[in-house]
C-alpha cells in the first residue's frame, strides 16, 4: 500500500506564500492522478486541486484558481501545491491524496495532513 506524507504546512500572514509537499512511498505513484484536499475546523473536507498522472492537465476548485499551483515529480515521487496570495479562510489541514474519478474522487483513504494557518 502506498504511503502519502504531507509537509510543508505553517503559520503565514495573508499575503504570503507557502509550498506544500507529498511525498509518496512507492513508484507506483507515479501512474496516479493525484489531489490535494483541505479541512478547515467546522467544515467537511473539500477538494482543492487535482493533477493528470502525466502532469499535463490540472484542475482547480474556483476559490483557489490564480492563486495555487499543483504541479508533480515523478522521478522524485512528489507531488506538490504552490499557495500564493493566502487568505485567512484558506486555514485548513492539507491532506493529498489518489484520485480514481477525474477530478475530484478519492478512495477516502488520508494521511495526517499538513496545518495551514493564515493570519489577517
Known amino acids: 500500500q502506498v504511503r502519502l506524507v504531507e509537509s510543508g504546512g505553517g503559520l503565514v500572514q495573508a499575503g504570503g506564500s507557502l509550498r506544500l509537499s507529498c511525498a509518496a512511498s512507492?513508484?507506483?505513484?507515479?501512474?496516479?492522478?493525484m489531489g490535494w484536499f483541505r479541512q478547515a475546523p467546522g467544515k467537511e473536507r473539500e477538494f482543492v486541486a487535482t493533477?493528470?498522472?502525466?502532469?499535463?492537465?490540472?484542475y482547480y476548485t474556483d476559490s483557489v484558481k490564480g492563486r495555487f499551483t499543483i504541479s508533480r515529480d515523478n522521478a522524485k515521487n512528489m507531488v506538490y501545491l504552490q499557495m500564493t496570495s493566502l487568505k485567512p479562510e484558506d486555514t485548513a489541514l492539507y491532506y493529498c491524496?489518489?484520485?480514481?474519478?477525474?477530478?475530484?474522487?478519492?478512495?477516502?483513504?488520508w494521511g495526517q495532513g499538513t496545518q495551514v494557518t493564515v493570519s489577517s
Open positions: 493533477i493528470m498522472w502525466t502532469g499535463s492537465k490540472t
Open positions: 491524496a489518489r484520485v480514481t474519478s477525474w477530478p475530484s474522487g478519492t478512495q477516502g483513504s
Open positions: 512507492e513508484r507506483t505513484f507515479s501512474d496516479w492522478n
